[in-house]
Structure formats: C-alpha cells, structure tokens
C-alpha cells in the first residue's frame, strides 16, 4: 500500500515515543485500574490527540489511515491509552465536525485540537446497549433549551472528559440523536469506576442526567434519518477499534517470537519444534489478515466518505477475534509463565477479550453484514 511522508514516519516516532514512555508503565495502570492521564498529555503536547480535527480549528486534517496506524502503534503497548486515544481522533469529535455550526465547532475543536479538552462518547445505559433504538435517556425542548433525563454506563473517559457526546431519545419526534452535555453542567453527574476484567485504564464511569438543562446550540443531530447518518460515522469508529486489536496481537505475538528463540526444551529452543513452528506461522499469517482487512477498511471512503458497513465490520470482527485467538495461543507458548504476572501476556489476553464488546459485540456486527447483504444488489 502507498504511504505518505506521514504515514511511513509516523508510526515510526509513535513505536519510539510508546517504548520509551508508555510500555514501561503500562503494568502499573493495570494493576492500580488507573487513568493513564500522563500519556493523554504528552499526547496532546505531541498534537496527536486532535489531529483529525481540520487545520481552520487547529488540527491536522489527519485521516482515519493515519490514526489506524498510530492507534496500531500505541495499542501494542497499553489498549486503554489507545482506546482513550481512539474516542478522540474517531468518535466524538467527528460528529462534532461534520454535524454542528461554525459557532460550536470554534468553542469544541479548538481547546480540544490545543489539548485543552477531552470528549467521551456515550450511548450505553443500564438497559440498553447493543439495540439503540431502545435508549431511555430523553431529551425534551424547553424554551431554547433541552432537558434531559436519564443514566448512561460503562463511558470511556466517563470521569475524566470534559464534554460528553451523549445519545438520547428527543421526545417531540421520538428520533435518536446526540448532544453536548459540558461537566460540570447543573444536572449532570459523573461517577462510579467500572471494574472491568481488562482495559483497566478506561477511566469508564456512569453518567446519569437529572433535569440536566442543555442549549439548544449543543445539539449535534436529530429527527428523520438522524440515526442512520450517526451509524455511518460509527463505521470509521469501528475501524479505529479493529486498529487497536491488530496492534494487541501484534505485541503478543513479538514476545512469543522472541521467547520461542530462548526458552529451551531438552536443549533445543522452542522454535526448533515443528508443531511450535506451526503455532507460530498461523499467528504470523492471520496477523497479516487482520492487518489487510484493517489498513483496507481504514481507507475505504465508500459510504460518503466513510466505510461501509461490510468493511468495516468484517474488520472489526476479524481484528477482535483473532486477537482473542493469538493471545491465547502465545498464553499456551509461554507455558505457565504465560498464566503468570511476571509476563505481559495475561493482560494482553484480558485486553483482547474487552475489545469485543466496545463499539458493537460480533453478533451486531454479524447483524450489520447481514442487513448491508440483503440490499445489495448483484
Ligand atoms: C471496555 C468497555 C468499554 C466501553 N466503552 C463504552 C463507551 O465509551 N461508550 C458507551 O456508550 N459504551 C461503552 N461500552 C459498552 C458497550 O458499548 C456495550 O457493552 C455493548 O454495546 C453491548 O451492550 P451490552 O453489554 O448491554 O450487551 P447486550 O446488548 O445486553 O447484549 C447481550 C448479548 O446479546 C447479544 N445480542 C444483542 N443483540 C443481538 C441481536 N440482535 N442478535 C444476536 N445477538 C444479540 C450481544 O452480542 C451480547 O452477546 C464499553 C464496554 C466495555 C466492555
């Protein structure tokens, strides 16, 4: 595939910058279910968090290809950094720039392009989470305001972002749209820590929204189709996840290459075995899969600029599964020290496993293929 300038160098500063700063404490947030808050600044010093953003807000214009390959970079080393890293360059912020007037994207993007903000984006709540049809958090017009009601859970940056991409039910039109929601809002509050298996430094948190009182300027999209045009934004989000499983695989199957060259069995290192050797080959060629399915879906513009539903969940599917696959075969090269903490390993399993469920399990995404299927046309 064809590289920019951009494109071949920075993955490059990214491994260094992730070698030097992030892999040696990426056990620490881990183990404390800490927010990696040092890497989201030096991120933001580094320009990167809002590169996506368009130069007129203070951006770089960057593409969803050039935040695929450092999401890549990053994930190898702690997801949760990734992940935090991902909501800002292919989420929130994308609907902030293709959705809102001229007066919100100065107010948004350009403290956020300076490193200033963070976004969150949320949309699961208690009772609902993969059919978003179902959202119970409502928005209603008062005045020249919406009042909105109602929880949200397991948030990414849930505690630590300063606005919130928050999808309600508007009760004039019954239609699924997003807001706004500023912290620190009378109305909003933010709490709870969820405590999950892996991804530790999500900083994921609780939401719930009491009369919360929102300017009308803050809302992003509603009415008739608002949901469609939101899911196609979602394609590039799921993109950018599937980036971050490959680079998890990655990062486990480079400890399995090189422990397979010094553990030894009998004398002879384990890369010797024929049957290892195998293990190895198909994590290397299902690597190469993932990455082609990936690196393609990331430059797939088809649906309006977007990814299709098809490339992009067969990315997400393929990345996220296989990751499973690959951290648990490297588990079972390493032998026990594979189950212990002295090694990476069991956390690369555990970090895998959460990737499944962000941005639409397998099974919606199954759903999504399937509906894309039935209306094409051959
Ligand atoms: C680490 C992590 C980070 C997260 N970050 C965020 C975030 O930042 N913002 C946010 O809004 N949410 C976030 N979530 C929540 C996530 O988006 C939801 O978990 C996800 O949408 C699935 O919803 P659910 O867990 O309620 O499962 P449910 O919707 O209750 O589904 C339960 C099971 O049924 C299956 N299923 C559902 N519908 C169908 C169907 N039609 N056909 C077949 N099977 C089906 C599902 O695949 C699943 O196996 C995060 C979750 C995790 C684990």
Redesign the pocket.
Known sequence: MLRSDFQKLMPKIIARFVKDEIEPLARRWDENREYPQENMRKLAEMRILGMRVPPKYGGSGRSLFDSVLILEQIAKADPSTAINLH?QHNASPIYVIHCSSDKVKEKFLIPFASGKILF?????EPD????LNDLSTTARRVGNDYIVNGA?C???LGRNANVHLVYVKFEDDNSIGCLLIEKGQEGLYQGGHED?LG?RG?D?GELVFNDCRVPEENLLIKGRGSLRQMLTFFNGTRVGLASISLGIAEAAFEEALRYSKIRTISRKPLIEYQGLQWKLADMAIKIEEMRQLVYSAAKDTSLNGFPNPFTSSAARIVASESAIEITNMVMSIFGAYGYSKEYPIERYLRDAR?TT????????LR?AIGSYLKKRNL
């Open positions: 909501i969150s984006m949320a949309q699961t609902v989470g993969s059919n949200k397991m948030i990414t999950f991804l999500l994921s959460g469920f962000i941005g639409g399990t397998p099974e919606v759903n």
